[in-house]
């Protein structure tokens, strides 16, 4: 009884946790969205409580196996994650949160990519699609079935691959992050790193933007390496703040020629 009180009570912590993250961090974007674009989230309440509400649910599901290996971890040492930083070099800490990107990354693209096939996009993928453009606050807007494929990423590698508990933390903030700002609507991110080399290979909101814009392309998380090797990546997308009902226009990111679009489509225009 003890043990399942224990198990339980670290299933409940950590989806506390999580929907308090997404709360935060969307939270904070939509605020910063408003005071850089004011009228930007007008006539889109509907849409945003729909946002907010599978993402709180999405927060449950995120919870449960991160609170299976919290448990584990704390009264088994089921995990790999240490807490001394002599126990492996110091050089590892950087290796292993860029290693834990690049198999995350790799994971969300074909599971993403899996879930615009017709049957898996109608019965789940369409929860996330259903935001017409997104907003910060639909960075975990996801159908069940979705959100316990990107749940189990990070608790499964955790119990293979080393990682210091600060560099996890890295890897958690950076995919909070680029979450929350690749669903904004507008890019946060100089376009000099945007339209630089680096921009080449890194995914930011105007690079999503197209995906959602035209669906059939930019399927990853944090890399452009899988797009461009599959041919899928279709370039920048572009933002017009002003078809938002907002008093200003974001700067555009023109989006490049070409890219067939699924059924239900859209031109943010």
Known sequence: MALASALILSVLAMSLIVGLRYLA???????LTERRFPGFHGGR???????????????????APAGLVAWGWQQHGWTRIYTD???????????SILLYL????????????WMHRPGPFRIAHAVHHASRPPTAWAAMSFHPLEAMTGAVVIPVLVLF???????????????????????????????????????HWLITASHHQRHHQEYRCNYGLYFR??????????????FDI????????????????????ADGAFRQR
Request: hydrophobic share 50%; proline share 3%.
């Open 102 to 113: 690049i198999l995350h990354d790799a994971w969300f693209y074909w599971t993403h990519r």
């Open 45 to 63: 309440a509907r849409q945003i409580r729909k946002e907010i509400g599978w993402s709180l649910a999405s927060a449950l599901i995120y919870g």
């Open 161 to 199: 691959i080393p990682i210091h508990y600060l560099a996890l933390l890295v890897v958690l903030t950076i995919m909070t992050v680029m979450g929350v700002t690749n669903h904004m609507g507008w890019e946060a991110f100089p376009q000099a790193l945007v339209r630089g080399r680096l921009g």
């Open 225 to 238: 390496f899988w797009d461009r090797l599959c041919r899928t990546d279709k370039g920048l997308g572009a």
């Open 25 to 31: 961090a969307s939270g904070a974007f939509a605020w």
């Open 85 to 95: 930083a002599n126990d492996h070099a110091l050089w590892w800490m950087p290796v």
């Open 242 to 261: 002003a078809a938002s009902g907002a008093d200003h226009r974001a700067d555009v990111v023109p989006a490049a020629a070409g890219g067939a679009s």
